[in-house]
């Protein structure tokens, strides 16, 4: 890797770039700009750094695992403990920082788009600490379905916006922040929830996230005195994954990111891009893809809403390419027992994104030396899918 990725335009390798209309290129131009300006300032960095530590609770713990270690019979399993992030997350270092940012850049307004509503619970949440007017934009379907994320919103003092068209989903809600942002980009800033979008997107939303593999870095070191053999994370658009991973890069380490196999690759219905994508452009950059022949997009499945988009970050499909990281998927059916799987023996009720990660820890761990150390990222807790888990078993509560 002897030249800069990303380059200047944002491109890793062939993937990502900027595809937007041009009536977005002054916001995109503005904003690249004021993030690299505040990234090398002192007061601002000050300011975030007070903030991980009183108002999000950081650093995280490194949990050793002791529990799921005996039961697995394999590796020591640490937990990156991202679920005990201020709102349960670990979307909330991304969006407390861009939320930074925009007071900074003189915005006096913030909008988002969510899927299950975290990103938008974290993004209002910002909002309120900040004192910016918020508004976020959530598809119809997924009002429905994470009512009390919508009221948590409200209560936060957001403005929460249904999106009726489409699939009435989270790349709906995409569209509708994007149009809002061309129209207000003079008071506004667009508030994206992941490694993805067009540049500078991809390379700040890691950046912000990578809080997570620096500390693990050190705490791993100062508890096993040398580095882990394997990391495991989720990938939904891919920002706790690549949050973890980056400061492991240089490393000579396995790293293993987890799609959403949903009810299996054959069936169609799973969000796995690269098991089952090719290479296309949406929503502002070019990555993997889940389309039909023509390009179309495809509908997309999984049990976690956090993976229930048909593309990933452009620096995934990049470090994909390389080999640098391996990617797998774990099924619905997967994740549902590991999510029972860490509750019962170690007292964690995961985010069933997170339990993905879980998934692929119980396959890998028990093939390696008792000696090895894998970090699995927890990026988030479960406390939002209980209802949904409960209206799967067929249990009425
Ligand atoms: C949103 C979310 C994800 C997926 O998003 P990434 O950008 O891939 O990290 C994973 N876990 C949780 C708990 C989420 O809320």
């Known amino acids: 890797m002897n030249e800069k990725v990303p380059d200047n335009k944002g491109h890793f390798g062939i993937y990502g770039g900027r595809f937007v209309p041009e009536t977005l290129m002054p916001a995109l131009i503005e904003l690249e700009a004021a993030y690299r300006k505040y990234i090398k300032d002192t007061t601002f960095l000050e300011e975030l750094r007070s903030l991980q530590k009183d108002f999000i609770g950081r650093p995280t713990p490194l949990y050793f695992a002791k529990n799921l270690t005996e039961k697995l019979g394999g590796a020591k399993i640490y937990l990156k403990r991202e679920d005990l992030c201020h709102t349960g997350a670990h979307k909330i270092n991304n969006a407390l920082a861009q939320a930074l940012l925009a007071k900074r850049m003189g915005k006096s307004r913030i909008i988002a788009e969510t899927g299950a509503g975290q990103h938008g619970v974290a993004t209002a949440t910002g909002a309120a600490l900040a004192g910016l007017e918020c508004e976020i934009y959530m598809g119809s379907e997924d009002i429905r379905r994470q009512s009390l ?21 989270l790349k709906d809600a995409i569209n509708e922040a994007l149009r809002d942002w061309t129209t207000n980009v003079g008071h506004t800033h667009y508030v994206l929830g992941t490694a993805f979008g067009p540049h500078p997107y991809p390379v700040m939303v890691r950046n912000f996230q990578s809080v997570i593999g620096n500390e693990a870095r050190k705490q791993i070191l100062q508890v096993e005195k040398k580095l882990p053999d394997c990391l495991i994370a989720c990938v939904g658009g891919g920002s706790n994954s690549i949050g973890l991973f980056f400061a492991f890069l240089k490393d000579n380490i396995r790293m293993i990111g987890v799609e959403a196999g949903g009810h299996g690759i054959a069936s169609g219905e799973h969000a796995a891009r690269f098991a089952g994508g090719s290479i296309g452009v949406f929503q502002g950059c070019k990555s993997y893809l889940l389309q039909d022949d023509d390009g179309n997009v495809l509908g997309t499945h999984s049990v976690s809403a956090g993976l229930d988009y048909a593309s990933v970050g452009p620096e995934h499909s990049f470090l994909r390419d390389l080999k640098r990281i391996e990617y797998t998927y774990a099924t619905d059916e997967e ?63």
Do not use: C, W, Y
Request: glycine share 8%.
């Open 149 to 169: 994320n919508v009221f948590r919103m409200r209560l936060l003092g957001a403005r929460v916006s249904e999106v009726n068209v489409g699939s009435r989903t």
């Open 335 to 397: 994740a549902l027992k590991a999510f029972e799987l860490l509750s019962r023996t170690e007292g964690i009720i995961p985010a069933l994104e997170s339990a993905h990660a879980v998934a692929e820890a119980a396959k890998t761990a028990p093939a390696l030396p008792k000696d090895s150390v894998i970090i699995v990222n927890l990026s988030g807790r479960g406390d939002k899918d209980v209802q949904e888990v409960a209206r799967i078993k067929g249990i009425e509560l």
